[in-house]
């Protein structure tokens, strides 16, 4: 009786093994908006500046543009079990920004990170506005905007942001006027200089492909 047990009791453990195997579960697709912190060809720390459709209903989002090389691959930094969900698919050195193409079963778009909700894309913020950001660093900060200082596409403000906040939305309430790029001299000392979102828009729209047409969340 006691052998029998035995072989009962083995066989019962190797069905319930049998039976707990097979495909993995599939990762829930991760919450990714304006804000959101994301690992770069599994080396760079960066910010996502905003996601959304373009004209052909691709999702793809937007960062800076030193964050990466077309390519690159995209996870989130909140969510690494996610793994892969997009890949940089072009990039602008002089304005510094890059096109990110998501996969929309791994995604899940929203357009409120923190403390920063984007509803649109306005005109850069001059001298005295108050701009915020959201990034993946330093969170929310907020500062006085300078304006353009240098060049007509750029805007400097006196936001705190430091390595890793590069991408982050500048945003005037809930109008996204911008991206972090740089700071100058010292982090959260010196000034933020970043790239006005028009400006960013009217290059991706001159150029066509991903990113044509984009409206955020």
């Known amino acids: ?60 989002g ?38 990110i193409q998501f996969d929309p ?3 899940a778009p929203v357009n409120h990170v923190g403390k920063v909700t984007i509803t649109n894309i306005g005109a850069p913020a001059s001298f005295p506005d108050v701009v915020c950001k959201e990034g993946l660093r330093t969170g929310n900060t907020c500062g006085i905007a300078w304006g353009d200082l240098l060049q007509s596409h750029e805007t400097w403000t006196q936001m705190c942001v430091i390595e890793g906040d590069s991408g982050s939305p500048v945003v005037r309430g809930t109008t996204l006027v911008g991206m972090v790029n740089a700071y100058v001299g010292f982090a959260c000392l010196g000034p933020e200089l970043g790239t006005n979102l028009d400006s960013i828009m009217n290059d991706i729209n001159a150029n066509g492909g991903v990113g044509a047409g984009f409206r955020p969340i």
């Open 105 to 107: 079963a791994k995604v």
């Open 62 to 99: 937007i960062t800076a543009g030193h964050c990466g090389e077309p390519g690159g691959a995209i996870v989130p930094e909140y969510r690494e079990d996610a793994g892969v969900v997009g890949h940089i698919v072009g990039k602008n050195p002089d304005l510094d920004y890059a096109v």
């Open 1 to 60: 009786m006691a052998k029998k047990l035995v072989v009962l009791i083995a066989m019962a453990a190797a069905a319930l093994g049998y039976l707990g195997v097979g495909p993995a579960a599939a990762a829930s697709p991760a919450v990714l908006g304006g804000g959101s912190g994301m690992i770069i060809a599994n080396e760079a720390l960066c910010t996502l500046t905003t996601i959304g459709h373009d004209n052909a209903g691709r999702l793809v």
